[in-house]
């Protein structure tokens, strides 16, 4: 079973800290987004909201399509890849 990097992307988005006044403890994206729709906020903080969320999945995306390209050139150089000839 293979996981893909966009899931893992999604998933890490939703566990980013939310950047906010929440200095005294952990408060992810995903908690955040689901105690608002049950409070029905502003269309501003869905702007914002959905900002956050797309940026962080992007960041993450990149960091791990970052590390799985350095690991397919690392397994690649130690001769550990066998492609199909």
């Known amino acids: 079973m293979q996981i893909h990097r966009w899931w893992l992307a999604l998933v890490a988005a ?13 408060l992810p994206v995903g908690w ?18 959905g900002v956050l969320l797309c940026l962080g999945y992007v960041a993450w995306l990149v ?7 350095w690991l397919a050139h690392r397994r690649r150089d130690r001769g550990g890849y066998r492609g199909h000839a």
Not at 15 to 26: E, K, M, V
Not at 32 to 49: H, K, R, T
Not at 63 to 68: F, R, W, Y
Request: hydrophobic fraction near 55%.
């Open 14 to 26: 939703l566990l980013t800290p939310w950047i906010g006044p929440h200095i005294d403890r952990y």
């Open 32 to 49: 955040v987004l689901l105690q608002a729709s049950a409070e029905a906020p502003d269309p501003g903080f869905w702007v914002i909201a």
């Open 63 to 69: 960091l791990l399509s970052g590390v799985a390209a």
